[in-house]
């Protein structure tokens, strides 16, 4: 079966960097999406990656390992507003998407 | 404000009920999706549009009735649901998806259903 494993929940102290990892078992690969979700609000988009390696964006840096199946966010001089849940999401080889629980991020002052 | 709308809000219904979802986008997609989202589970791809045509149901139940009259509107028919269908029903669009091409999805808002 296909299957996307992310902590359910972390925290965080403003200022710093967390690390969301995520890990995948799909039949197929063609990319792999990170969303943020406020809560009661939509999910928008945050990133993608579909060769290897770091992407950055800003305060945001995704990262991708093929081989291992492997995915982390990494988010930077961590703000109050940063508490959100952070989606990861997989696109199979029939370009559906296959998608994890979700990361419940909080920030502590 | 991601361009794609969703009324109602809030939805409580009885189980007896008929009542209907309303997703509207204007970025001039082609696909539309209805995902349910539970808590703390993973999003549940519903249905699928394309180009105005149902291509994925993935065995949702009869209860849950889809309708795409163009490229800019997707409606979700409710009628006897149960109580473990109350989620967090979102509306998402994109362009349809293409060998090649990743095509990010746009969600609604999303309307929270509660099913006494």
């Known amino acids: 079966g296909q299957n996307i494993d992310q902590p359910t929940e972390m925290t965080a102290t403003e200022g710093a960097i967390v690390q969301i990892n995520c890990t995948y078992q799909?039949?197929?690969?063609?990319?792999l999406f990170w969303y943020q979700q406020h809560a009661g609000e939509a999910p928008t988009f945050l990133s993608y990656?579909?060769l290897d390696g770091l992407e950055e964006k800003g305060r945001f840096s995704s990262f991708l390992s093929r081989s291992k199946g492997y995915s982390y966010l990494l988010l930077k001089e961590l703000q109050m507003k940063d508490s959100a849940s952070y989606l990861c999401?997989?696109?199979?080889?029939?370009?559906?998407?296959?998608w994890g629980a979700g990361t419940k991020l909080i920030i502590k002052p | 404000e991601t361009g794609v709308t969703q009324t109602p809000r809030h939805l409580v219904m009885g189980m007896t009920n008929k009542k209907s979802l309303k997703c509207e986008q204007h970025?001039?997609?082609?696909?539309m999706y209805w995902y349910k989202q539970s808590a703390k589970k993973p999003l549940e791809l519903m249905f699928v549009?394309?180009?105005?045509?149902?291509?994925e149901n993935n065995s949702v139940p009869s209860r849950f009735s889809p309708e795409c009259p163009n490229s800019s509107h997707l409606f979700l028919h409710l009628h006897t649901l149960q109580p473990e269908d109350s989620a967090l029903y979102l509306c998402?669009?994109?362009?349809?998806?293409?060998?090649?091409?990743?095509?990010?999805?746009?969600f609604g808002p999303g309307t929270r259903l509660t099913v006494l």
């Open positions: 799909t039949s197929g690969f063609n990319g």
């Open positions: 990656n579909v």
């Open positions: 970025l001039g997609h082609n696909a």
């Open positions: 549009y394309s180009l105005e045509e149902r291509v």
């Open positions: 998402a669009s994109s362009q349809p998806s293409d060998r090649g091409l990743y095509n990010e999805q746009f």
């Open positions: 999401a997989v696109l199979d080889s029939n370009y559906q998407l296959i």
